[in-house]
């Protein structure tokens, strides 16, 4: 019941083994474009490639990412450069009830560890005035255990326990027949989980007898960390997942590692630094059974013709858009999505890294000068703070989280240091840091050592408060405001997109599931087989002589919103 793990992940439990009875031995070969590497993208590429080398078809895999690494919003940066000290800066944990990348770790030989702390410490949740909860690492057991329930009572329990039966619910989509699902919507209908997501956090709590101090103090505090959302701000599956990280693991080196595994396990042709412009219809359907073949048109930076839009010389029977359409700056030419992407707010965060010789300052947090100071905050809003969705939800805090993340040796004073992470609304300041870290911090965060008159170094430098520093800005998930409704995985015939997923649940896990989900129906659609809801794969779509319909979605949220 470790309710204090600081990132949501969700699991899968796989087992889909469909009976492949079509003859695709005579079949052309199937030519399939990934548009993302990131989890989606890279999931996408390497379930298919397995599901075509079971059934016998014959796939050419073709990858587009505009960026030049794998991985998406999975990211890792070396402190101080040091390959030797790398630091997640994206996504940092999984755990293992995520099937597709629990396995994967360990088909592809990567090493798990623990992301905590390399040094024990205290874990504090703070609302702008006063710790409201700590724990320390060193006595969790049974006296941390007994500290929570003597402060809570029985809620942790409670709360607990509609976590597992909230999660067990949501793993069905990993099960036949749930798996693979046409449709986010109706598969969220037959599982009952708009009960959870068309309400808010708080609502759902309550409806649960289970608002109260448990609910504020701890709750929010792992939804605002992994959501930067407020209970009232954020819908109920978001609210459970944010609680459920029990067992967190990391790869060694980064987690970008089990989606560049995917990717060349996919023997997929990998584009680096190629942005796709546009997509088209060829002109003419590929013989009489309804389907189109797709151009797509690319600039490559890193090309001798650097931004110059070309058109791929192969045209695609499948597309797979695996990046959330509003940020990709692509252009649909003509009709090409049937069923038009709803635009969602997704979440600005501001993520920042940087290495200090300096603890947190007791007199920031209101503590005594001798008193020990959490070296792992959360954040929570203060009694009197009024809650708000967006940037404007940190409250009096002023920001979500501020971690001590590794110790690390600075390569030039080789002196130890601490590397700390920050999740805030806005860009840290100089002023900010100087309270933080109770000392001054320059607005260029660089102090020069003192001299002496002739110009000579003193006798001692003073010690720079930043030694290093890595700002990043993250549109990482979508706002999780409550809504019934989710945009498909189906946006036309051989046209699919994964990042509906998103606004149902949003994390490392759930992207390469939807991964897998379109690569199972990519390939049930090519073998004409016939999935759990006794339709083939793409069958979503109604026919109206030549157009194709899809009924539309909109988000619904509640009143309170």
């Known amino acids: 019941m470790h309710f204090l793990h600081t990132l949501g992940a969700l699991a ?40 075509a080398e079971e059934a016998g078809i014959a796939v050419n895999i073709t990858v587009f990412e505009k960026s030049s690494r794998v991985g998406g919003r999975t990211l890792t940066v070396n402190a101080h450069d040091n390959p030797l000290s790398p630091v997640e800066l994206g996504a940092s944990i999984f755990v293992k009830v995520n099937h597709i990348l629990w396995n994967a ?37 049974w006296w941390s255990l007994a500290k929570l329930f003597w402060k809570y009572g029985t809620a942790p329990y409670y709360v607990n326990n509609l976590v ?29 989980l708009v009960k959870v997501t068309g ?51 990391s790869v060694v080196g980064g987690n970008w590692r089990i989606f560049t595994s995917m990717i060349e396990s996919s023997k997929a042709y990998l584009n680096l630094n190629t942005t796709v412009t546009s997509i088209a219809q060829e002109n003419t359907r590929d013989g009489d059974d309804g389907t189109y073949k797709y151009i797509i048109k690319t600039s490559n930076i890193s090309s001798p013709e650097a931004g110059k839009v070309v058109r791929q010389s192969v045209v695609f029977d499948d597309v797979v858009i695996a990046t959330p359409w509003q940020f990709s700056d692509i252009e649909e030419e003509g009709d090409v999505i049937q069923h038009p992407i709803e635009p969602v707010p997704y979440a600005k965060l501001h993520v920042t890294l940087f290495s200090s010789p300096f603890r947190f300052s007791p007199q920031y947090f209101n503590l005594d000068p001798a008193a020990p100071v959490p070296n792992s905050v959360l954040t929570t809003l203060a009694m009197d703070d009024e809650a708000k969705p967006g940037s404007g939800g940190a409250g009096k805090a002023g920001f979500f989280s501020a971690t001590q993340v590794k110790k690390v040796t600075n390569p030039k004073t080789l002196g130890e240091e601490y590397v700390y992470k920050i999740f805030s609304p806005e860009a840290v300041t100089s002023d900010f840091l100087s309270s933080l870290l109770g000392v001054e911090v320059p607005e260029t965060f660089v102090r020069t050592p003192t001299t002496k008159d002739d110009g000579e170094d003193a006798e001692f430098e003073m010690i720079d408060p930043i030694s290093w520093y890595h700002p990043a800005v993250f549109h990482p998930y979508p706002q999780k405001l409550p809504r019934v409704t989710f945009q498909d995985p189906i946006l036309g015939r051989g046209l699919y997109y994964t990042s509906g997923m998103e606004s149902f649940i949003s994390t490392m896990e759930t992207c390469a599931l939807m991964g897998k989900n379109v690569a199972r129906l990519i390939a049930d659609d090519y073998l004409g087989v016939s999935n759990a809801d006794g339709e083939n ?11 194709m319909v899809l009924g539309g979605q909109q988000s619904v949220a509640t009143d309170e919103l």
């Not at 009875?21 to 890279?42: E, F, M, R």
């Not at 798996?179 to 599982?191: H, I, Q, V």
């Open 12 to 51: 899968a439990v796989t087992g889909f083994a469909p009976a492949f009875g079509a003859d695709v031995s005579s079949k052309p070969v199937k030519q399939v474009a990934v548009i993302g590497a990131g989890a989606a993208g890279a999931s996408t590429a390497y379930h298919l490639h397995r599901y």
């Open 164 to 192: 597992q039966q909230t999660v067990g619910t949501f793993l069905k989509l990993y099960e036949k027949p749930y798996f693979p699902f046409r449709s986010l919507t109706t598969r969220a209908f037959e599982l009952d």
């Open 105 to 141: 770790t360990d088909e592809f030989n990567l090493r798990r560890i623990n992301p905590g702390l390399d040094e024990n410490g205290i874990l504090g949740i703070w609302d702008g005035d006063s710790f409201v909860y700590t724990q320390d690492s060193e006595s969790w057991g």
């Open 199 to 249: 309400v808010t956090g708080t609502q759902f709590l309550v409806a649960n007898k289970l608002d109260g101090p448990f609910a504020h103090d701890i709750v929010q505090a792992a939804s605002r960390v992994n959501y930067m959302s407020n209970l009232a701000y954020i819908h109920g599956l978001g609210t459970m997942v944010s609680m459920a990280p029990e067992g967190a693991k």
């Open 537 to 547: 794969a793409s069958a979503g779509l109604k026919h109206d002589d030549d157009q």
